[in-house]
C-alpha cells in the first residue's frame, strides 16, 4: 500500500477536521496533493504542493484548508477548517508528476477516507 489517509470523520458547520496522508517512499512523486469527489459530481483538486513547495489550492477551499508534510515527506495533512455542508466528499492524497493530474485515473492514490458535514 502506498498512500494511507485516515482522520476523515462527521462534524457539524464550521468545525475543523486534519486528514493525514502515510506516504510510502515509494508513491512520492514531483506533486503530492489532496482531491475530493463527492457522490454525482466531478473530482475537484482541493490542495497541492510540489517539490520546489508550491502551495496550491482550489478557490473553494482557499483561506479554509492548508496542506503541509513533514520533514522527510514521509506524512501529508490536510487541515480543513471553516467546513461546509458543501465539502462533504471522499477525499484522496495523491501523487503525480504534474499537480494537473493529480485526480486523473492513472494518479497514485490511497483508498480515501470521508469527510461529512452537517448544517
Known amino acids: 500500500v502506498r498512500l494511507v489517509e485516515s482522520g476523515g470523520g462527521s462534524v457539524q458547520s464550521g468545525g475543523s477536521l486534519r486528514l493525514s496522508c502515510a506516504v510510502d517512499s515509494v508513491a512520492k512523486s514531483h506533486c503530492m496533493g489532496w482531491f475530493r469527489q463527492a457522490p454525482g459530481k466531478e473530482r475537484e483538486v482541493v490542495a497541492s504542493i510540489d517539490s520546489d513547495g508550491r502551495v496550491r489550492y482550489s478557490d473553494s477551499v482557499k483561506g479554509r484548508f492548508t496542506i503541509s508534510q513533514d520533514n522527510a515527506g514521509d506524512t501529508m495533512y490536510l487541515q480543513l477548517n471553516s467546513l461546509k455542508p458543501e465539502d462533504t466528499a471522499m477525499y484522496y492524497c495523491?501523487?503525480?508528476?504534474?499537480?494537473?493530474?493529480?485526480?486523473?485515473?492513472?494518479?497514485?492514490r490511497g483508498q480515501g477516507t470521508q469527510v461529512t458535514v452537517s448544517s
Open positions: 495523491a501523487a503525480a508528476f504534474l499537480c494537473v493530474d493529480l485526480d486523473r485515473d492513472f494518479a497514485d
